[in-house]
């Protein structure tokens, strides 16, 4: 990942934890980054991939 993009997603990541609003512009760009693997997403929260994974895998150890 280039240093733009990490920026990017490190500034939209904060942005989403202090509660502001993503723009519709924002979000679209989120998924695509989701999909390209860069970004995760918990729920309906954006977060890095590692975050996401290791979330769903305790969530299904507690299902058990």
Request: with cysteine.
């Amino acid at each position: 990942m280039d240093k733009e993009t990490r920026k990017y997603i490190v500034l939209c990541l904060d942005a989403q934890f202090r509660g502001e609003e993503l723009f519709p512009a924002t979000h679209k760009r989120l998924i695509e980054l989701v999909d390209a693997g860069l970004v995760g997403m918990d729920g309906f929260k954006y977060c890095w991939p590692k975050v996401a994974k290791e979330n769903r895998r305790i969530f299904l150890k507690s299902q058990r």
